[in-house]
């Protein structure tokens, strides 16, 4: 569908940053109505973040599930239509219409699936029903799994596994049979909510794609500790006696972070891994595409050499850098699935192993427009700089926006910025998008945010906090004025990104 060494741009913005009724973006009409905008703004990309259910923090980066999608994203419109649910009326109050209340969405969106899944058991027609059961049967490889840890997460009030019952904890198959028979309806909901997520997150792919809008999805490194994955196969992480991680994931210490930035993820054993020709991995990443034509995979340099902590070290002063898979992981993949549309997230400390393994590939890199300015007419993320195999972003969502950016830049980073672009305060987000535009960078992404000119009230995630901002920014309609729409066309076609009709020439 996309072409990575084709020029194209596109906007960075996550499902649940869309508009909408219940609370939260979704699969929904409004999904639909936001393809449409950025068809009619000469866009080509639509970049999504990790659709996987969320984790601590509301973050999608540490879910329970490295295959499963996020319940919130299911719209229920679809759902009504069918007549499996009724008109959900909102709660006392209603949701706010700029953010996410995580802690008001989440029970109440699952109530309503809850309500829609006994309306499928008791009115679907038997045709759905089969299609419904064909799908079960197809995603068994990781679903089973999901599904009933799901039930079993709910039946312990959601103790981490390592916690749970030995028989459940440990997967003795009689435990494992008779939970399955225990908790046989709370294992349907389950596969229900995945058919529903999976279903409409395929038809809105469908709808992008006959637009000429191919859909980017986002893929982390690591998964969590209390996750299906990790339970289901924990022969496959570094995990102790007790269950329990003894090395985690992390990055070492630096400027912004003195000591360190310690995520506590499991970390793989790769050996075991390798054993088994990467097979857990291309599941993964065919599931991945899926669902989307192309992805990011976050923490790319991973896979070249990651950053080991101990577990019982509370920070990341104390990790050392081991090997990664390299170059087999990506040619185990690549025999099954073919050729892989990947791009890599090659920011933070990278060596020249990182960048080999990126180039043996063809893998195209990400370069950062805000983080040019810190320098002087060297740095590697000022355009002049770049080539072709890049993907320009003016920033991405664990950055500031660009006018947040600027209002916090120290007066050198301004007027650097200012004399470069040139820009100032009023035009400096125009100026970074049409910087990423002008470049030779094949690709050019920029967040809605950028877009709009919005300032740092409005960023996605600010990295190593937990507040209740993070992941939560939502947009209205009425901020989507025809004019950015307009100003973000003409500059996509002037600088051969879409085709030259949204230029008004004579």
Same mark, same amino acid.
Request: proline letters at 8%; aromatic letters at 12%.
């Given at each position: 569908?996309?072409?990575?060494?084709?020029?194209?741009?596109?906007?960075?913005?996550? $499902?649940?940053?869309?508009?909408?009724? =219940?609370?939260?973006?979704?699969?929904? !009409?409004?999904?639909?109505?936001?393809?449409?905008?950025?068809?009619?703004?000469?866009?080509?990309?639509?970049?999504?973040?990790?659709?996987?259910?969320?984790? @601590?923090? &509301?973050?999608?980066?540490?879910?329970?599930?490295?295959?499963?999608?996020?319940?919130?994203?299911?719209?229920?419109?679809?759902?009504?239509?069918?007549?499996?649910? @009724?008109?959900?009326?909102?709660?006392?109050?209603?949701?706010?219409?700029?953010?996410?209340?995580?802690?008001?969405?989440?029970?109440?969106?699952?109530? *309503?699936?809850?309500?829609?899944?006994?309306?499928?058991?008791?009115?679907?027609?038997?045709? +759905?029903?089969?299609?419904?059961?064909?799908?079960?049967?197809?995603?068994?490889?990781?679903?089973?799994?999901?599904?009933?840890?799901?039930?079993?997460?709910?039946?312990?009030?959601?103790?981490?596994?390592?916690?749970?019952?030995?028989?459940? *904890?440990?997967?003795?198959?009689?435990?494992?049979?008779?939970?399955?028979?225990?908790?046989?309806?709370? $294992?349907?909901?389950?596969?229900?909510?995945?058919?529903?997520?999976?279903?409409?997150?395929?038809?809105?792919?469908?709808?992008?794609?006959?637009?000429? $809008?191919?859909?980017?999805?986002?893929?982390?490194?690591?998964?969590?500790? #209390?996750?299906?994955?990790?339970?289901?196969?924990?022969?496959?992480?570094?995990?102790?006696?007790?269950?329990? !991680?003894?090395?985690?994931?992390?990055?070492?210490?630096?400027?912004?972070?003195?000591?360190?930035?310690?995520?506590?993820?499991?970390?793989?054993?790769?050996?075991?891994?390798?054993?088994?020709?990467?097979?857990?991995?291309?599941?993964?990443?065919?599931?991945?595409? #899926?669902?989307?034509?192309?992805?990011?995979?976050?923490?790319?340099?991973? /896979?070249?050499?990651?950053?080991?902590?101990?577990?019982?070290?509370?920070?990341?002063?104390?990790?050392?850098?081991? %090997?990664? @898979?390299?170059?087999?992981? /990506?040619?185990?993949?690549?025999?099954?699935?073919?050729?892989?549309?990947?791009?890599?997230?090659?920011?933070?400390? $990278?060596?020249?192993?990182?960048?080999?393994?990126?180039?043996?590939?063809?893998? !195209?890199?990400?370069?950062?427009?805000?983080?040019?300015?810190?320098?002087?007419?060297?740095?590697?993320?000022?355009? #002049?700089?770049?080539?072709?195999?890049?993907?320009?972003?003016?920033?991405?969502?664990?950055?500031?926006?660009?006018?947040?950016?600027?209002?916090?830049? &120290?007066?050198?980073?301004?007027?650097?910025?200012?004399?470069?672009?040139?820009?100032?305060?009023?035009?400096?987000?125009?100026?970074?998008?049409?910087?990423?535009?002008?470049?030779?960078?094949?690709?050019?992404?920029?967040?809605?945010? +950028?877009?709009?000119?919005?300032?740092?009230? =409005?960023?996605?995630?600010? %990295?190593?906090?937990?507040?209740?901002?993070?992941?939560?920014?939502?947009?209205?309609?009425?901020?989507? +004025?025809?004019?950015?729409?307009?100003?973000?066309?003409?500059?996509?076609?002037?600088?051969?990104?879409?085709?030259?009709? #949204?230029?008004?020439? !004579?």
């Amino acid at each position: 569908m996309i072409d990575l060494s084709q020029r194209a741009a596109g906007v960075l913005l996550h $499902i649940t940053s869309l508009p909408g009724p =219940h609370g939260i973006g979704d699969f929904g !009409p409004d999904a639909y109505r936001f393809v449409d905008w950025l068809q009619g703004a000469g866009q080509r990309l639509w970049q999504w973040l990790p659709t996987n259910p969320i984790g @601590p923090g &509301n973050s999608p980066y540490q879910s329970v599930s490295a295959f499963a999608g996020s319940p919130l994203m299911v719209a229920l419109e679809p759902l009504a239509e069918r007549g499996w649910l @009724p008109a959900p009326p909102l709660p006392e109050g209603g949701f706010p219409e700029h953010r996410v209340d995580f802690s008001k969405v989440v029970d109440w969106r699952l109530a *309503r699936l809850r309500e829609a899944e006994r309306g499928f058991r008791e009115r679907a027609s038997q045709g +759905d029903k089969d299609a419904f059961a064909s799908w079960c049967a197809a995603q068994q490889g990781w679903l089973d799994d999901y599904s009933l840890f799901m039930a079993l997460d709910r039946a312990h009030g959601g103790k981490p596994w390592d916690r749970w019952s030995a028989p459940l *904890r440990d997967r003795e198959a009689a435990a494992l049979d008779e939970a399955r028979t225990t908790h046989a309806a709370e $294992i349907a909901f389950w596969n229900f909510v995945q058919w529903c997520f999976d279903v409409q997150a395929v038809d809105l792919k469908a709808y992008a794609n006959q637009r000429g $809008i191919a859909i980017m999805g986002d893929l982390p490194i690591f998964i969590a500790h #209390h996750s299906a994955d990790c339970w289901a196969r924990p022969d496959l992480y570094f995990l102790d006696e007790q269950l329990q !991680p003894t090395v985690v994931a992390g990055c070492p210490p630096d400027a912004m972070a003195p000591t360190g930035q310690r995520w506590g993820n499991p970390l793989y054993r790769w050996d075991r891994m390798k054993a088994e020709d990467y097979a857990w991995w291309a599941e993964r990443l065919r599931r991945a595409l #899926h669902q989307a034509d192309v992805f990011r995979i976050d923490h790319f340099r991973g /896979f070249a050499g990651y950053y080991e902590i101990p577990a019982s070290c509370p920070t990341a002063e104390e990790g050392t850098w081991v %090997p990664g @898979p390299g170059k087999p992981l /990506f040619e185990a993949i690549a025999r099954r699935l073919g050729e892989l549309p990947i791009i890599a997230e090659d920011l933070g400390l $990278i060596t020249e192993d990182v960048v080999e393994l990126r180039d043996h590939f063809g893998f !195209p890199g990400m370069k950062i427009l805000q983080f040019g300015f810190g320098s002087d007419a060297s740095d590697e993320f000022l355009p #002049h700089n770049w080539d072709r195999r890049f993907v320009a972003y003016t920033g991405t969502h664990d950055n500031d926006t660009v006018r947040g950016w600027w209002n916090a830049a &120290n007066p050198r980073e301004r007027a650097f910025a200012g004399s470069y672009l040139p820009a100032s305060e009023q035009d400096i987000h125009w100026a970074m998008i049409r910087a990423c535009c002008n470049s030779v960078a094949n690709l050019a992404m920029f967040p809605l945010q +950028d877009v709009l000119g919005l300032d740092g009230a =409005h960023r996605m995630n600010t %990295p190593g906090t937990m507040n209740d901002r993070n992941w939560a920014w939502r947009f209205d309609w009425n901020m989507l +004025d025809p004019e950015s729409q307009r100003v973000l066309g003409l500059i996509a076609a002037a600088s051969g990104r879409c085709g030259f009709e #949204h230029l008004p020439l !004579p």
